[in-house]
């Protein structure tokens, strides 16, 4: 079961890369065999939202990223979903600076601590 902070994001959830909606179909299931909370927070932003929040990476805006809620989701779970699928998706995930796959980043930025997942910018839709 795939939640939504926001009811926008609902609408724009369909306008996703097709791969970035696969992948997530597959967190969810991970999330939900293991008893946790599937939450989307953020999907499309526009580049005004960008601005705001200070993102440097246009992931957002050209549909092939979304934030998910981890607040309150004990670290060990975290740790090893985040391990789990780098691995097994590391053809489709965005690359870091040092050239490393990275499907997704968990650290602090943005909005504090949660999942940001992302596939790789040659899946970039620009509208
Ligand atoms: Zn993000």
């Known amino acids: 079961m795939i939640k939504f902070k926001n009811d926008s994001d609902k609408e724009l ?11 997530l179909g597959d967190i969810a299931n991970y999330f939900k065999e293991n008893e946790k909370e599937f939450l989307i927070t953020d999907t499309i932003s526009t580049p005004e939202e960008d601005q705001e929040l ?5 992931s957002h805006r050209t549909c092939r990223a979304v934030d998910v809620r981890t607040n309150g989701i004990d670290e060990m779970f975290l740790k090893n ?6 691995f097994k998706y590391r053809w489709l995930g965005a690359v870091d600076s040092h050239g490393n796959s990275q499907l997704i980043v968990y650290k602090p930025h943005g909005t504090g601590p949660h999942f940001h997942i992302q596939i ?8």
Not at 81 to 86: I, L, R, Y
Not at 120 to 127: M, S, V
């Open 13 to 23: 959830f369909f306008k996703l890369h097709p791969l970035l909606i696969m992948v």
């Open 54 to 58: 200070g993102r440097v990476s246009s």
């Open 81 to 86: 979903c985040q391990n789990h699928f780098n």
């Open 120 to 127: 790789h910018g040659r899946f970039a839709i620009n509208k």
